[in-house]
């Protein structure tokens, strides 16, 4: 039996060590908000914290996690950066299909925490493992400089007018 | 080919006392006899207290339709948007006519239908306004979710809606809609309806799909196309740990159930560990001279030759011969894989008295098909619940991996959710075809385009050209040029192919207008002064369908648009800089684009900012989410730009993120969006912006560092050896 703590709450678990977290949370959890992408720690969809620090879900046996705090998409409203890195996406309307932005949410949240003005620079560092297919990463950049308290050039309106 | 649109409503009472409007919806061509084909269904309902929800009908991938029809709804039908939900509709071609996510079409094909939905519905409410107080139409106004007479007694609409619902409903289209400039709804930003619920991590994709009861399942399949199981122990695998059961299923299609050994267990990944314990035998023959060498030097050698003839206007060969200046050059694209970020998956509970499917998939009611197909079942016991797709980018048309959900929980006796792994989505795509391309082009001593020649070496299958692919697209030099002729030579092929975001144009784009681009220089010419000489607006042989077919005078706007946006005339050449131009049209929509790229010595490149200029007619729905849809097309096509699917022995070579390099973060470019409003029908945008990024890049390259760029994927050693070369 393995006891985890996610999103605060300590979970009961029946899993051999070797099982990977993001199939702990989507499949024995039932949070579905952890996506999976590639299995191969190659785009960021399943990134989650432990301790803060952003890891790949899809890489990491869950018998290694041992008392480290995992937090979730389903729980990171609970953070403040997390809270500002959400309303951000909402107000610059980031979201194309939307099904890495969980994981752009975890790593932008992890950013803001250890770094709480990112330059262009540090974003390119920090997001460089998040994929979006979709390409949103003009307003994701935007977004995170938003919730971080920098000036935006909010250009979602300009240019549809005559 | 014109389309008229009738639409015939029926109504209801929904059992929460709200309205319910049923449309059917009969599309019937001008010449064919008018019979109708009608089903019914609901779009709007309304509840006591002023809550409306209205029906998104189309798949929703990203390309933000599920908010965007629903607007065309909530304007005509004069509520707040605050007060409306949406619901993604049942999948049911018979109400709700075509349901699918393609070719850019939402926006073209229900602009006025969804307008007409929403005028129809407050026209009901109006109606029963009317009767309450034995008053006509005309003594009415609507705003805001209430109906007003002009003594000023006012309805809301949740209490007309009862009412309104046992009315005898209007021809809709013989109803008059608002004024554009009274608008409060099309044209304004409405954010994602979806985008709070995916923020807080909300279950709403095909993958997150949970039922009581319901095991997981990997299908293994062999990675060449077309090879057949010959044998497979199953017995390790049966004993792993969570595994319920395996078993092999033998294949029907290529497009949906192919021989394979499914995998079920109590976990997805229980399920996909199992699968190392199996080592099936396959026979893989029919792979065997299925290469990318292979193709490569067949076509070399094609291309040597003359192809079959497409189309000719004119004598290009005479034309060609009396020409100033003369251009010939081979290009070639490759294959590319679609991996949108959710893999392919589906849920299914098979029964004997109906299937219950739930997928995210682009073409719903193909789904259903397929099923019944696959099952030997009626179709009308399948229900097919459509999810909020992943991504799609055209790979979700396909519906194989519904399919394999349905076989596999029909065998399996229990709710069974498919998830593909990453390595399947690549292994198993039907990927965008590659191809191989001969121009020649000639200009006359005016400095116009006298002569042009095209022959690509395209791949077939049982002779016929692979799905996804064309011989001759939408290329501003054919279309412009007096004297063409498009021919085309034949690969054979087993690789399964398919329709990736923009198909046909994202490739022919690149071919023809790089080589437009040398045309341009060879002769010159400014590229953009080139191609406005030649954008005449008196061709306009081309002008031929409702949308507007290709009009010259359109692209001649984007284009002047994108020349004063991107500051053109006064670019400047610096050291390991330059800028790049190209247009195209596809999807209805005119874009016409400029890059400027960095290149350094050993090869890097990269895009600092793309102007992209675009027509899409008169009005845009939702400005955000059509400028996202824009910014994201233009970085796809960068990305795409370095990617490539390669095959050996009749398999992919690439497996995962690792091999396809993908625009990230550091690559994103800056992307300058503008609309230029026409007098044309609103079109889609999910497409159209993409295709011009690629040779306006290329473009871009050679104006940084003297490099022509005929091959893609465009790797920094081919970059840097070019450079050295160049120098040498």
Request: neutral net charge; aromatic residues 6%.
């Given at each position: 039996?393995?006891?985890l703590?996610v999103?605060?709450q300590?979970?009961?678990?029946?899993?051999?060590?070797?099982?990977?977290?993001?199939?702990?949370?989507?499949?024995?959890?039932?949070?579905?908000?952890?996506?999976f992408?590639?299995?191969?720690?190659?785009?960021?969809?399943?990134?989650?914290h432990?301790?803060?620090?952003?890891?790949?879900?899809?890489?990491?046996?869950?018998?290694?996690?041992?008392?480290?705090?995992?937090v979730?998409?389903e729980?990171?409203?609970?953070?403040?950066?997390?809270?500002?890195?959400?309303?951000?996406?909402?107000?610059?309307?980031?979201?194309?299909?939307?099904?890495?932005?969980?994981?752009?949410?975890?790593?932008?949240?992890?950013?803001?925490?250890?770094?709480?003005?990112?330059?262009?620079?540090?974003?390119?560092?920090?997001?460089?493992?998040?994929?979006?297919?979709?390409?949103?990463?003009?307003?994701?950049?935007?977004?995170i400089?938003?919730?971080?308290?920098?000036p935006?050039?909010?250009t979602?309106?300009?240019?549809?007018?005559? | 080919?014109?389309t008229t649109?009738?639409?015939?409503?029926?109504?209801?009472?929904?059992?929460?006392?709200g309205?319910?409007?049923?449309?059917?919806?009969?599309?019937?061509?001008?010449?064919?006899d008018?019979?109708?084909?009608?089903?019914?269904?609901?779009y709007?309902a309304?509840?006591?207290?002023?809550?409306?929800?209205?029906?998104?009908?189309?798949?929703?991938?990203?390309?933000?339709?599920?908010?965007?029809?629903?607007?065309l709804?909530?304007?005509?039908?004069?509520?707040?948007?605050?007060?409306?939900?949406?619901?993604?509709a049942?999948?049911?071609?018979?109400?709700?006519?075509?349901?699918?996510?393609?070719g850019?079409?939402?926006?073209?094909?229900?602009?006025?239908?969804m307008?007409?939905?929403g005028?129809?519905?407050?026209?009901?409410?109006?109606?029963?306004?009317?009767?309450?107080?034995?008053?006509?139409?005309?003594a009415?106004?609507?705003?805001a979710g209430?109906?007003?007479?002009?003594?000023?007694?006012?309805?809301?609409?949740?209490e007309?809606?009862?009412?309104?619902?046992?009315?005898?409903?209007?021809?809709?289209?013989?109803?008059?809609?608002?004024?554009?400039?009274n608008?409060?709804?099309?044209?304004?930003?409405?954010?994602?309806?979806?985008?709070?619920?995916?923020?807080?991590?909300?279950?709403?994709?095909?993958?997150?799909?949970?039922?009581?009861?319901?095991?997981?399942?990997?299908?293994l399949?062999?990675?060449?196309y077309?090879?057949?199981?010959?044998?497979?122990?199953?017995?390790?695998a049966?004993?792993?740990?969570?595994?319920?059961?395996?078993?092999?299923?033998k294949?029907?299609?290529?497009?949906?159930?192919?021989?394979?050994?499914?995998?079920?267990?109590?976990?997805?990944?229980?399920?996909?560990?199992?699968?190392?314990?199996?080592?099936?035998?396959?026979?893989?023959a029919?792979?065997?001279?299925?290469?990318?060498?292979?193709?490569?030097?067949?076509?070399?050698?094609?291309?040597?030759?003359?192809?079959?003839?497409?189309?000719?206007?004119?004598?290009?060969?005479?034309?060609?011969?009396?020409?100033?200046?003369?251009?010939?050059?081979?290009?070639?694209v490759?294959?590319?894989?679609?991996?949108?970020?959710?893999p392919?998956?589906?849920?299914?509970?098979?029964?004997?008295?109906?299937?219950e499917?739930w997928?995210?998939?682009?073409?719903?009611?193909?789904?259903?098909?397929?099923?019944?197909?696959?099952?030997?079942?009626?179709?009308?016991?399948?229900?097919?619940?459509?999810?909020?797709?992943?991504?799609?980018?055209?790979?979700r048309?396909?519906?194989?991996?519904?399919?394999?959900?349905?076989?596999?929980?029909?065998?399996a006796?229990?709710?069974?959710?498919?998830?593909?792994?990453?390595e399947?989505?690549?292994?198993?795509?039907?990927?965008?075809?590659?191809?191989?391309?001969r121009?020649?082009?000639g200009?006359?001593?005016?400095?116009?385009?006298?002569?042009?020649?095209?022959?690509?070496?395209?791949?077939?299958?049982?002779?016929?050209?692979v799905?996804?692919?064309?011989?001759?697209?939408?290329?501003?030099?054919?279309?412009?040029?007096?004297?063409?002729r498009?021919?085309?030579s034949?690969?054979?092929?087993?690789?399964?192919?398919?329709?990736?975001?923009a198909?046909?144009?994202?490739?022919?784009?690149?071919?023809?207008?790089?080589?437009?681009?040398?045309?341009?220089?060879?002769?010159?010419?400014?590229?953009?002064?080139?191609?406005?000489?030649?954008?005449?607006?008196?061709?306009?042989?081309?002008?031929?369908?409702?949308?507007?077919?290709?009009?010259?005078?359109?692209?001649?706007?984007?284009?002047?648009?994108?020349?004063?946006?991107?500051?053109?005339?006064?670019?400047?050449?610096?050291?390991?800089?330059?800028?790049g131009?190209?247009?195209?049209?596809?999807?209805?929509?005119?874009?016409?684009?400029?890059?400027?790229?960095?290149?350094t010595?050993?090869?890097?490149?990269?895009?600092?900012?793309?102007?992209?200029?675009?027509?899409?007619?008169?009005?845009?729905?939702?400005?955000?989410?059509?400028?996202?849809?824009?910014?994201?097309a233009?970085?796809?096509?960068?990305?795409?730009?370095?990617?490539?699917i390669?095959?050996?022995?009749?398999?992919?070579?690439?497996?995962?993120?690792?091999?396809?390099p993908m625009?990230?973060?550091?690559?994103?470019?800056?992307?300058?969006?503008?609309?230029?409003?026409?007098?044309?029908?609103?079109?889609?945008?999910?497409?159209?912006?993409?295709?011009?990024?690629i040779?306006?890049?290329?473009?871009?390259?050679?104006?940084?560092c003297?490099?022509r760029?005929?091959?893609?994927?465009l790797?920094?050693?081919?970059?840097?050896?070019?450079?050295?070369?160049?120098?040498?």
């Amino acid at each position: 039996m393995i006891t985890l703590s996610v999103n605060g709450q300590p979970r009961q678990l029946k899993v051999p060590d070797e099982m990977p977290l993001l199939w702990v949370l989507r499949d024995e959890l039932d949070l579905k908000g952890t996506k999976f992408g590639c299995g191969v720690a190659q785009c960021g969809a399943c990134t989650v914290h432990i301790d803060g620090e952003p890891v790949r879900a899809c890489i990491t046996p869950v018998g290694g996690i041992g008392d480290g705090k995992v937090v979730t998409i389903e729980g990171i409203a609970g953070n403040r950066q997390g809270r500002a890195i959400q309303e951000a996406w909402l107000e610059l309307d980031v979201i194309q299909c939307g099904y890495c932005q969980a994981g752009q949410i975890m790593t932008a949240t992890a950013l803001l925490t250890q770094n709480p003005t990112p330059d262009d620079a540090a974003i390119d560092v920090a997001m460089e493992g998040n994929l979006c297919r979709c390409a949103t990463y003009k307003r994701i950049r935007a977004a995170i400089k938003s919730a971080s308290g920098q000036p935006v050039d909010d250009t979602r309106n300009r240019g549809t007018e005559a | 080919m014109e389309t008229t649109r009738r639409l015939f409503l029926k109504s209801g009472v929904l059992a929460g006392g709200g309205l319910l409007l049923g449309f059917g919806l009969s599309a019937c061509t001008e010449k064919d006899d008018p019979g109708p084909v009608t089903a019914v269904t609901d779009y709007v309902a309304i509840s006591s207290d002023g809550i409306v929800t209205l029906i998104a009908k189309n798949p929703e991938i990203g390309q933000g339709v599920m908010t965007s029809l629903p607007m065309l709804i909530a304007e005509e039908l004069d509520v707040l948007w605050a007060n409306v939900r949406i619901e993604t509709a049942a999948s049911d071609d018979k109400r709700f006519g075509a349901q699918f996510a393609g070719g850019s079409m939402a926006t073209a094909l229900e602009y006025m239908p969804m307008r007409q939905v929403g005028a129809a519905a407050r026209w009901l409410l109006i109606e029963a306004a009317a009767r309450r107080m034995k008053a006509t139409h005309d003594a009415f106004t609507t705003k805001a979710g209430k109906v007003r007479h002009k003594d000023g007694t006012t309805f809301d609409y949740g209490e007309l809606a009862a009412e309104a619902a046992l009315l005898a409903p209007p021809d809709p289209t013989k109803l008059t809609l608002k004024d554009p400039k009274n608008f409060l709804l099309i044209g304004k930003t409405q954010k994602g309806y979806d985008n709070p619920k995916i923020v807080r991590g909300e279950p709403i994709f095909g993958i997150d799909v949970s039922l009581p009861g319901m095991l997981y399942a990997v299908y293994l399949k062999s990675p060449v196309y077309g090879a057949r199981l010959i044998s497979c122990d199953l017995s390790a695998a049966k004993a792993a740990n969570g595994v319920k059961d395996v078993f092999v299923l033998k294949g029907t299609d290529m497009h949906g159930l192919k021989d394979g050994i499914a995998i079920v267990a109590t976990s997805w990944w229980y399920a996909q560990a199992a699968r190392a314990l199996l080592s099936p035998v396959w026979d893989e023959a029919v792979g065997k001279l299925h290469d990318s060498e292979i193709y490569s030097q067949t076509a070399k050698t094609l291309l040597l030759g003359e192809g079959e003839v497409k189309e000719k206007r004119g004598n290009a060969d005479a034309a060609l011969r009396s020409a100033t200046h003369t251009f010939d050059a081979e290009y070639n694209v490759p294959f590319l894989a679609h991996v949108p970020m959710e893999p392919q998956n589906c849920t299914a509970v098979v029964k004997a008295e109906g299937v219950e499917i739930w997928a995210p998939t682009q073409q719903p009611n193909d789904g259903k098909a397929l099923i019944a197909k696959t099952l030997s079942i009626d179709p009308a016991i399948v229900t097919v619940h459509m999810r909020r797709c992943g991504g799609g980018f055209g790979r979700r048309l396909e519906n194989d991996y519904m399919a394999e959900a349905a076989a596999i929980a029909q065998k399996a006796g229990a709710p069974v959710k498919l998830v593909w792994a990453r390595e399947d989505d690549v292994a198993h795509d039907f990927f965008r075809p590659g191809g191989y391309y001969r121009v020649r082009a000639g200009v006359d001593a005016s400095g116009k385009l006298a002569a042009y020649i095209s022959h690509s070496v395209n791949f077939t299958r049982e002779g016929k050209i692979v799905q996804g692919d064309e011989v001759a697209g939408n290329a501003f030099a054919l279309t412009v040029a007096p004297h063409t002729r498009i021919e085309f030579s034949k690969i054979e092929t087993t690789i399964p192919t398919g329709y990736l975001r923009a198909p046909v144009s994202n490739a022919l784009a690149f071919v023809h207008e790089t080589f437009c681009d040398e045309i341009a220089h060879g002769a010159g010419q400014d590229p953009i002064a080139f191609r406005l000489a030649h954008l005449n607006a008196h061709i306009d042989d081309y002008n031929g369908d409702r949308f507007g077919g290709y009009n010259p005078s359109r692209m001649r706007a984007v284009l002047k648009t994108v020349e004063e946006r991107s500051g053109w005339r006064s670019r400047a050449s610096g050291k390991g800089e330059g800028m790049g131009v190209a247009t195209y049209f596809s999807h209805h929509g005119y874009f016409a684009e400029v890059a400027k790229v960095r290149v350094t010595d050993d090869g890097k490149w990269r895009v600092l900012k793309v102007w992209a200029v675009g027509d899409v007619g008169n009005q845009i729905v939702n400005p955000s989410a059509a400028k996202n849809q824009v910014e994201g097309a233009v970085m796809d096509g960068i990305g795409s730009m370095s990617a490539e699917i390669t095959f050996s022995k009749g398999r992919a070579v690439q497996t995962n993120f690792q091999d396809i390099p993908m625009m990230r973060m550091p690559q994103a470019p800056e992307v300058d969006v503008q609309f230029v409003l026409s007098e044309f029908p609103p079109t889609g945008l999910g497409e159209p912006a993409l295709p011009p990024v690629i040779p306006a890049v290329a473009n871009a390259i050679f104006a940084a560092c003297g490099v022509r760029l005929r091959q893609l994927p465009l790797t920094e050693q081919d970059l840097r050896a070019a450079i050295d070369t160049a120098r040498t």
